[in-house]
């Protein structure tokens, strides 16, 4: 089955460290995109790549780092700048063209 | 920026009743796509509507859009507990590509 794979599902940050949350697809999809959700809000975008060995800064990408060296993986490194990282990570992707984005399950971050 | 706004923020409902939820969005679209989150989950389509479509149909659901009112709706006709999830607006993002920005979402719990 095709799909998107984020994870841990659940990851401690200590103060002063870097984490990264992975995200793979085997859906064949150019686009990838990394979102962030708070509690009872909608979805904020960090990064996005639209093509392999491009990315771009999406709406809230201080304190985030990504790479897109392959088609199938887009990780995304939460740094130690990021000062309030407590939230849920959400992984997309889609083919070019206006498609749906098709989403993994989540990385939930918290501070130890 | 956040460009769609859901209407109710909550709704509870029986089940068996219809449910409405209602977007409003600020600048031109030429689609819009509503998406669905099970509590802990990543979010999964449910329709794209474009914009010269002024209604669409997906099974108990039907979208409907106005695009001189900005605003979009989504009904759910006949509930059933398994509904029970946040909903989403989203369009195209105002940076261009195939980027989404997502409203803030209508928490839906239909009760037995």
């Known amino acids: 089955d095709g799909g998107i794979t984020q994870s841990p599902k659940y990851l401690f940050r200590k103060e002063g460290q870097n984490v990264t949350l992975s995200c793979e697809q085997n859906l064949n999809h150019d686009a990838m995109y990394w979102y962030r959700q708070d509690p009872g809000q909608g979805l904020r975008l960090i990064y996005y790549s639209q093509i392999v060995n491009d990315f771009q800064k999406g709406d809230i990408a201080e304190g985030y780092s990504v790479s897109r060296e392959k088609k199938e993986s887009f990780p995304l490194t939460v740094t130690s700048a990021q000062k309030n990282p407590t939230a849920f990570y959400l992984c997309?992707?889609?083919?070019?063209?206006?498609?749906?984005?098709?989403f993994g399950d989540g990385t939930r971050l918290s501070i130890l | 920026s956040q460009q769609g706004e859901e209407d109710p923020q909550a709704l509870s409902i029986q089940e068996g009743e219809n449910a409405t939820m209602n977007c409003s969005y600020k600048t031109s679209i030429n689609n819009l796509q509503w998406y669905r989150q099970n509590s802990g989950r990543g979010l999964v389509h449910l329709i794209l509507?474009?914009?010269?479509?002024r209604e669409k149909h997906s099974g108990r659901l039907r979208v409907t859009l106005d695009t001189s009112k900005k605003s979009s709706s989504l009904l759910i006709t006949a509930s059933r507990a398994a509904d029970t999830a946040s909903y989403f607006c989203?369009?195209?993002?105002?940076?261009?590509?195939?980027?989404?920005?997502f409203g803030t979402g209508t928490q839906l719990k239909v009760e037995l």
């Open positions: 989203a369009t195209p993002h105002t940076g261009g590509g195939n980027k989404l920005t």
């Open positions: 997309a992707s889609n083919p070019q063209g206006v498609q749906p984005q098709h």
């Open positions: 509507i474009r914009s010269n479509e």
